[in-house]
T-cell receptor, first 113, second 109 residues
């Protein structure tokens, strides 16, 4: 196992609502990246946090936001949920931004109705 | 144009067969390349890094062709446990991993 955990495992929300997903990285991993994986697609990069600051962002709107905490935990927040936000959300941790080898958590499956 | 493109398959092969597939990437500045494996409804897991000189890890061989901007993965002596989706991953200078949509391999008894 990678030592990366995510909660909750599954979540059902209604369009327009807000959601917070949580990730706990491996101890010592200062970098966390979040990905969205729609059915039948590869993971798409949302953003990366390094030492509690955003270090890079993919093509996702501002309603996707994140936080990283000193205790190796992090959050992904999505406001004003849309039906297309239904996906598997994965977090991945690494020791630092320069290390491309990332360790993924099991993901949170979000369904927006 | 997608950053990373893969043949989705599926590749349906008998046990013991050899299967190979490629992916192409669009950004010539890409600096690191990987193959990840993803089992159904599970998280991706790093299978192997891909080096310019080509590299092997047991029954798996990865090749990189920078001039043509493609990466290949070859699996020899396929096992039932090799059935999975194989994700081609390219890392750019800004540490973002770009994933292909995956190639599905099914190994049958």
């Amino acid at each position: 196992e990678t030592g990366v955990t995510q909660s909750p495992t599954h979540l059902i929300k209604t369009r327009g609502q807000q959601v917070t997903l949580r990730c706990s990285s491996q101890s010592g991993h200062n970098t966390v990246s979040w990905y969205q994986q729609a059915l039948g697609q590869g993971p798409q990069f949302i953003f990366q946090y390094y030492r509690e600051e955003e270090n890079g962002r993919g093509n996702f709107p501002p309603r996707f936001s994140g936080l990283q905490f000193p205790n190796y935990s992090s959050e992904l927040n999505v406001n004003a949920l849309e039906l297309d936000d239904s996906a598997l959300y994965l977090c991945a941790s690494s020791e630092d931004p320069g290390q491309f080898e990332q360790y993924f958590g099991p993901g949170t499956r979000l369904t927006v109705t | 144009r997608k950053e990373v493109e893969q043949d989705p398959g599926p590749f349906n092969v008998p046990e013991g067969a050899t299967v190979a597939f490629n992916c192409t990437y669009s950004n010539s500045a890409s600096q690191s390349f990987f193959w990840y494996r993803q089992d159904c409804r599970k998280e991706p897991k790093l299978l192997m890094s891909v080096y310019s000189s080509g590299n092997e890890d047991g029954r798996f061989t990865a090749q990189l062709n920078r001039a043509s901007q493609y990466i290949s993965l070859l699996i020899r002596d396929s096992k039932l446990s090799d059935s999975a989706t194989y994700l081609c991953v390219v890392a750019l200078n800004d540490y973002k991993l770009s994933f292909g949509a995956g190639t599905t391999v099914t190994v049958r008894a």
